[in-house]
């Protein structure tokens, strides 16, 4: 079925993309939980395409929360735990590639700090310009968000 694009608000958005996140993960025709059925579909080029696009919605939802509610966010003392989950899931989409460049764009002042610190942490010469130069992955990306000067530790 082909999907029609909608306006929503930013809460609206965030919760339609768990709840289909949760669907994905929750079919186990997607997700198998047999070990054989795991080595078929796990393998697959539409099981890569899947996780990409699981990976791409996160981002954007890491997106929405830090242009729009990065400040209730931090007046609850929530930001360090913000900042902490999204350097985790930074770290694993560096290391295995799952970010297209024109993705991270717009969060580029919050996602190139963390990429430096990945690569130090990992032992990999970027030259400091950002960009991936692990064999696992060529697809590393780079960005501005002029929304927040709020850096991620």
């Known amino acids: ?16 993309v768990l709840q289909w996140i949760s669907d994905q993960l929750n079919d186990r ?26 990976f791409r ?9 830090y242009t729009s509610f990065f400040g209730t966010m931090d007046a609850l003392d929530m930001a360090p735990h913000l900042n902490t989950c999204f350097k985790h899931f930074m770290y694993f989409c560096v ?3 799952l970010l297209p460049e024109r993705e991270v764009e717009p969060l580029a002042i919050l996602v190139q700090p963390v990429r430096k610190q990945y690569y130090a942490l990992a032992g990999i010469g970027n030259g400091g310009n950002g ?3 692990s064999k696992r992955s060529n697809n590393s990306t780079r960005s501005r968000c002029p929304t927040t000067q709020q850096s991620v530790r």
């Open 95 to 97: 290391e295995f590639g």
């Open 131 to 133: 960009y991936n130069t």
């Open 57 to 65: 919605r996160l981002f954007r939802v890491y997106g929405i929360l």
């Open 29 to 54: 025709t997607l997700f198998p939980d047999d070990a054989h059925d795991e080595q078929v579909v796990y393998a697959t080029p539409a099981f890569a395409a899947l996780c990409g696009q699981i």
């Open 1 to 16: 079925t082909a999907c029609t694009a909608i306006r929503v608000s930013a809460p609206q958005y965030v919760n339609l």
